[in-house]
């Protein structure tokens, strides 16, 4: 009987739910490393936010690494925001889950992919009542091949 209830009720303030939370939709590019191969290269992607008018939200990130065929870098998790006046309230940091796809070959001979982590910041720049520009950095560590990157992205919020 409890769960009826609580489901009754969750799916009766969901529209309030939706309406009150702020959702973010952007495109990114920048420039990063990897460190099998650490000449700097050209990136592009996406990002989505959850939750992004709170302390804290979730994010998601793919990006994908032109210049290198068939490497893509994935992530998700938590991004705490408002971290203070010293930032402006616009600081934010991101810890998550990330996954990588690559043409690097480790020392087994095997296709370097696997799940590591992800840690970045940045800062968000409103840009009107909907556009924001994002500066971020982003450190993925994927075990043996890590990589690093520099971007900027440019998006919606709902």
């Keep these: 009987m409890i769960r009826r209830i609580f489901l009754v009720v969750t799916l009766l303030s969901m529209p309030a739910w939706a309406q009150s939370s702020r959702f973010e939709v952007g495109v990114k590019g920048g ?18 936010c959850e939750w992004c008018s709170g302390r804290f939200a979730l994010f998601g990130d793919y990006t994908y690494w032109p210049q290198l065929p068939s490497a893509h870098t994935a992530g998700a998790g938590v991004r705490i925001q408002k971290l203070g006046a010293w930032c402006f309230s616009a600081c934010f940091v991101d810890l998550g889950i990330a996954g990588f ?8 001979g095997t296709s370097n992919r696997g799940v590591g982590f992800i840690a970045g910041g940045g800062v968000k720049i409103p840009a009107g009542q909907h556009f924001y520009l994002r500066p971020q950095v982003r450190i993925y560590a994927l075990g043996s091949n890590s990589a690093v990157s520099a971007e900027v992205g440019v998006g919606w919020r709902f």
Excluded: K, Q
């Design 31 to 48: 420039a990063g490393a990897f460190t099998d191969d650490p000449r700097a290269r050209g990136l592009i992607g996406v990002e989505l």
């Design 101 to 108: 796809n690559g043409p690097f070959v480790n020392a087994a």
